[in-house]
């Protein structure tokens, strides 16, 4: 019981040295939004199917919290920076509650191409934060090194959504992004894929991933160019004192 109180008290001191004022605020403005979503929902029409949606994001607003509790005392969870959570609540509130939940995904021309074109900024500083957990006090890291390991990072993600959007788009249902036309296909899906089958029957499909692809690359530059300018003049300011 005593180590867990300690665990307790850790985290609560490393979340006010790693978080600003208004970064914790956001926190819970986050969440008490999502939960005044849930209670309007369960009250005006308790079988929306956008109940569980919001639930889920109410959990995913305590992803790095709960990582890092229900995981610890010293796994490599444990060490992820809180400050992941600030950059993941944007994607949560505007890409699945907004998105989603609000139906802006559909109501919005374009909504989709926004939201891979902010997900080239956010997911370069979530990987910025992600390195400090394999970087020890000792280490010096090149600002230009953690700048290529975070794009790196926002690059493969955004290729892993693009195959997850894939699969669900033509293998399971025909609603889930941008790509409407697709009809769920229940054939041997990986036969078609390999050229035993006509793969690209569907051209907007492919049009749809490749432009998803390319907006979010090209913010992920825009923002890697960001990140380095700001790691240099933070090594430069650490240096000088």
């Known amino acids: 019981m005593e180590k867990i109180k300690k665990f307790f008290k ?33 009250i005006t029409d308790i079988h929306n199917s956008n109940i569980l949606l919001v639930c889920l994001n109410i959990l995913a607003s305590f992803t790095i919290p709960l990582a890092r509790i229900i995981l610890f005392p010293k796994s490599l969870v444990c060490k992820i920076p809180f400050r992941c959570q600030t950059w993941l609540n944007i994607m949560i509130v505007i890409g699945s509650a907004l998105g ?37 006090k000792e280490d010096r890291i090149s600002p230009l090194f953690r700048t290529f390991a975070a794009t790196g990072f926002s690059y493969m993600a955004i290729v892993i959504w693009e195959i997850f959007e894939f699969f669900v788009d033509y293998y399971w249902v025909d609603y889930c992004n941008q790509a409407y036309n697709i009809k769920p296909d229940h054939s041997m899906l990986f036969f078609r894929i390999f050229g035993l089958g006509a793969q690209n029957e569907n051209q907007w499909a492919v049009f749809d991933t490749h432009c998803d692809m390319l907006y979010a690359m090209v913010t992920t530059t825009i923002a890697a160019v960001i990140l380095l300018v700001y790691l240099t003049k933070k090594e430069k300011t650490s240096d000088s004192i």
Do not use: C
């Open 10 to 42: 850790d985290e609560r001191q490393s979340m006010k040295e790693e978080l600003t004022k208004p970064e914790y605020f956001s926190w819970w403005a986050v969440r008490v939004i999502l939960l005044a979503s849930l209670a309007y929902l369960l």
């Open 100 to 136: 989603q939940g609000f139906g802006l995904n559909h109501t919005i021309p374009n909504y989709d191409k926004f939201l891979h074109i902010l997900s080239g900024f956010v997911v370069v500083f979530i990987g910025n934060e992600l390195i400090a957990v394999f970087i020890r």
